[in-house]
Every structure is written in structure tokens, then in C-alpha cells.
């Protein structure tokens, strides 16, 4: 990659890749994320467990900044994103600024989110074309390699509505990682699913972390997040609870709560 | 006594009652289209976070669709000539059956809009896009493709109202109809064919919309 910022980032003593510092972030007055830290190193993959409402979604939209924070600080590579100072203030990024620091991260939904009215095809290529300014044919080419890296190339004449949720949601990777995101995130990618369609998209994940894309997962899948993460994160009521291998947090909890949490969940 | 009935009289006519027929389409066509623009622009502008934007639309919007279109036609046809605008009678009514098609449309795109998901949006941003990029890329064409029933319908009813285009004497059905009437004194014959001429047009214009949109629908 030829991002003058990151040269310059990777020789300053190998920074984190993510680096999210002190998050706060409060819908009007109530506060759903009370001071996160998180670090990945380069093809970290990490995942966050917690009860429904603790504040995981929110994290994630954080980082790729479809919210906004009030306090705190999320780096890319060293590069500060959404916000920078001025005289001392705190400021909100301009649009294109911010266009350019979510194109950092590569973020996989709950719902897919397909651009309906596309086919599998198109929808990779948009991005390639739109932002990355790459000629139709050399998106064309790109786009055929992941949807064919998700098993979908045979279908990417398809429109979403002709496919499954298993299938969706693999398109809806490959468009994200076809943009060569430094870092992916997935919020619950099978939570929409049938339980038979699970498994092909976690395969997709799992594949995608061995070859070293560094992610931020989320899941209810706590067998799959077991196998593939690097660390777990447990996240209680906007906080950081509990962190560590996956071995220490699944098989000697440390906090009450985690202990609470994992009875409350099958394995 | 009983009437005798005499459609060659009216008939012989053929070509001026077809070519408004045909003027009727175009202004109808022509209309729409400006009138989707502007629809579009007003839709916009009523979802506005800008207060002056969403007070311009409505004013727009409430003036427009409370004002007779007979009005609209003939406050345009005379009093943009009283404003140093020169205009034919076919840009005229060009002019008012644009404005006054967008004040509905607003309505038509407003719902279409509010009714896409949020998530397209978001999916759109997470690759990089910006606002305009999705609006122009995501938004606008899977809005249009969901309220292209809603869209003939619109078609059709403006294309009936050009009828109302012979109150300033634009050369359409309506004012042929007139005219042959005068000449022919077969008041029955000629607005019955008139009458049937257009019903044959807007059957074949919604069997046509039919079409395309089953073409254009999103495949769900
Ligand atoms: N747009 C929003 N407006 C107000 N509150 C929100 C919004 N989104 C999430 N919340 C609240 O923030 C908290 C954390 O939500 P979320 O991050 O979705 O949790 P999780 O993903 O862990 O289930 C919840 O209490 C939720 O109700
Ligand atoms: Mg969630």
C-alpha cells in the first residue's frame, strides 16, 4: 500500500493498528460506552462477548465512526480519526476526511445490507469505482476474486433478494474486504441467519483471519470465537470487564459477571 | 326522433386529433421529467436538517396542491409575460404542468425516501462513500425503483390533465376536439371519440408502465 501516512506511522517503533483510548460515548445523556481501551497489533483478532446492551455495537460503529464520541481517542495506524485538534479544541473532520478515515476499516452488518437494486457483482465493484477511482474492468477483476475468495462468483450476476441470508452476507464481506480495509469489523454477521446458513459465513471469517486481516468481531458464536480470537474482551455495561486468551476467559473467569454471563450462554 | 349517428364527419379529422393526442404525450413526458427533478429537489428539502430548506418546500409543496390547475395555467400564461418573460404557449404550460407535477411528486419521493432502510446508507459509508456518492449511487435509485407504480400513476394523471392546456389554446386532443366540434356541430360524436381516444392512450401507457416496471423492479 502507498499511504504516505502509514510509511511514516510503521517506522515510529511498530504502532498498534487499532488503538482506541478512553471512549466515551453517550446517546443524550445516557452513557453507553464509559471509558473503552482497546489495542490490536497488525492480524490481531479480537473479540467482544457481553449481554445484549453492554455497549458492543455502539464500539464498533464508534471505530468506523457511524457515531460520534464525545471523549476519547480512536488511532489507525498512529493517524487519529473524526476528530482532530485545533488551538487546543477538539473538531469534528470534514466529510471527505472522514469518508477517508472510515476507509480504513471495512465493516460487515447484522442485517447485510446489500444495495438491493445491484448485483452481487456491482455491489463489490461500487466502492472500487466510486472510491477507490479503479477502472470498471480492473474492479471487475478485483471484485470476481473476492466474491470468488467467499464462494459467490458462480452467483454474482445475482440480485440480493435471490439469495440466501448465508449467501448475502458473504457478498456483503466480500465488498467490505475488496476495499483492502486495515482492519475488518463484524458485528454479529450470523446473528440474522438460519442455523444452517451459520457456518458457511463463519468459515468465511475464519479464513479471513488466517491469512492475517486484523479484526474486531463480535459474535454469539462463542465455540467459533473461542477457536479464532487471539483475545477475548468482555464487555459489562459500557466497560471493559474482562480481557485476555480465550482459554483464560472462557475457562477461569475472573469476574462475577463474566462467570454470570458464560452460565447464561451455551457453549 | 332519434339521433343519427355520423363518426366520419368527426373522424375525417384524423390527423389533427392524433397529433394532439401525440402533443398531449410529450407535454406530459416533458413534464414529468422536470417535474421529477424538482420533486426530487423538494423531497430533499422537506427531509431537510435546514429549516430554510424544509419551510421552501413546504410552502412549495401546500401552495401548489391547494391551487386549481386551471388557475396555475393560466396565472403562468399571463403573468410571466407581465414579468418581461416571454414565453410560447407550450413552454408556458410546460412551465406550470412541471411545477405543479413536482409539488405531487414531493409527496411520492418523500415517502419513498423516508422508506429506505437505514442501513443502505450506513453499508455505503463503511466502504467510503460519501453522502452524495450514496444519495446518487444508492439511495435515489432504489427510491425511484420502489415508487415506480406511484410514478404512472402520476404519469397518467398529468397526461390527462394537458386536456386542460386548450384554455390557452396549445394545440393538443382537447383543442382539436373543440375546434371540430365547432365545425361540425356533432357535439356527441366528437367528445365521444375524444373521450375514447384518450382511454386507449392511458390503456396503452399503463400497460407500458407495467413493463417497465417489472424491467426496473428490485428482484426480491
Ligand atoms: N441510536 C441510539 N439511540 C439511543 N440509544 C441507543 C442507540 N443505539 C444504542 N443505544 C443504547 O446503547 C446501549 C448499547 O447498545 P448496543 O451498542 O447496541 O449494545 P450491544 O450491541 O452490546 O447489544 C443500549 O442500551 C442501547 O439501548
Ligand atoms: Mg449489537
Redesign the pocket.
Known amino acids: 500500500m502507498t499511504h504516505p501516512e502509514a510509511s511514516v506511522a510503521t517506522t515510529a517503533a511498530a504502532p498498534a493498528l487499532l488503538r482506541i483510548q478512553d471512549l466515551h460515548k453517550a446517546?443524550q445523556t445516557?452513557e453507553?460506552l464509559k471509558g473503552v481501551d482497546v489495542t490490536l497489533a497488525r492480524g490481531d483478532v479480537v473479540t467482544i462477548i457481553?449481554s445484549?446492551?453492554?455497549?458492543?455495537?455502539?464500539l464498533l460503529r464508534c471505530v468506523n465512526l457511524l457515531e460520534e464520541f464525545q471523549r476519547g481517542r480512536i488511532e489507525i495506524d498512529g493517524q487519529a480519526i473524526g476528530y482532530r485538534e485545533q488551538g487546543g479544541r477538539r473538531v469534528p473532520c470534514t466529510g471527505a476526511e472522514v469518508a477517508r478515515h472510515r476507509a480504513l476499516t471495512g465493516m460487515a452488518f447484522q442485517q447485510f445490507n446489500l444495495f438491493p437494486h445491484l448485483t452481487a457483482l456491482r455491489n463489490v465493484t461500487l466502492g472500487l469505482i466510486k472510491v477507490r477511482k479503479l477502472a470498471r474492468d480492473e474492479a471487475v477483476a478485483i471484485a470476481e476474486k473476492w466474491l470468488d475468495r467467499v464462494g459467490m462468483l458462480e452467483r454474482r450476476n445475482h440480485y440480493p433478494g435471490q439469495l440466501s441470508g448465508g449467501q448475502q452476507q458473504r457478498v456483503a464481506i466480500a465488498r467490505a474486504v475488496a476495499m483492502t480495509p486495515r482492519l475488518m469489523l463484524f458485528d454479529e454477521v450470523t446473528s440474522a441467519l438460519d442455523p444452517e446458513l451459520v457456518n458457511e459465513v463463519l468459515s468465511v471469517v475464519q479464513g479471513l483471519a488466517q491469512d492475517g486481516m486484523t479484526m474486531l468481531l463480535?459474535t454469539h458464536e462463542m465455540r467459533f470465537a473461542y477457536e479464532v480470537s487471539d483475545r477475548i474482551i468482555f464487555?459489562n455495561q459500557g466497560r471493559i470487564e474482562e480481557e485476555g486468551p480465550p482459554a483464560d476467559l472462557f475457562n477461569q473467569p475472573k469476574s462475577l459477571r463474566l462467570k454470570e454471563f458464560l452460565k447464561t450462554i451455551k457453549i | 326522433m332519434t339521433y343519427h349517428f355520423d363518426f366520419a364527419v368527426v373522424w375525417r379529422h384524423e390527423n389533427l386529433l392524433l397529433s394532439g393526442l401525440g402533443l398531449g404525450l410529450v407535454l406530459a413526458l416533458v413534464s414529468i421529467l422536470i417535474g421529477c427533478i424538482i420533486g426530487l429537489a423538494a423531497a430533499f428539502g422537506v427531509l431537510s436538517r435546514h429549516r430554510i430548506f424544509r419551510i421552501i418546500a413546504t410552502v412549495y409543496v401546500t401552495t401548489i396542491r391547494n391551487t386549481p390547475i386551471l388557475v396555475l395555467i393560466l396565472l403562468t400564461y399571463f403573468a410571466l409575460p407581465e414579468l418581461g418573460l416571454r414565453l410560447g404557449k407550450i413552454q408556458s404550460f410546460i412551465i406550470t404542468l412541471s411545477v405543479y407535477a413536482g409539488a405531487y411528486l414531493t409527496e411520492v419521493f418523500r415517502a419513498g425516501l423516508v422508506a429506505i432502510p437505514r442501513g443502505l446508507r450506513e453499508a455505503g459509508l463503511a466502504i467510503g462513500l460519501t453522502e452524495g456518492q450514496i444519495r446518487r449511487s444508492v439511495i435515489i435509485p432504489v427510491m425511484i425503483r420502489n415508487v415506480l407504480p406511484s410514478l404512472g400513476n402520476n404519469f397518467i394523471s398529468l397526461f390527462k390533465d394537458t386536456s386542460l392546456a386548450a384554455a390557452i389554446a396549445v394545440p393538443e386532443l382537447t383543442f382539436y376536439a373543440r375546434k371540430i366540434n365547432v365545425e361540425s356541430f356533432r357535439v356527441i360524436e366528437t367528445w365521444m371519440v375524444a373521450s375514447l381516444m384518450y382511454v386507449v392512450a392511458c390503456l396503452i401507457i399503463s400497460t407500458a408502465l407495467r413493463f417497465v416496471e417489472r424491467r426496473l423492479a428490485i428482484i426480491r
Open positions: 446517546f445516557v453507553v457481553g445484549s446492551g453492554s455497549g458492543k455495537t455502539t463480535v464487555m
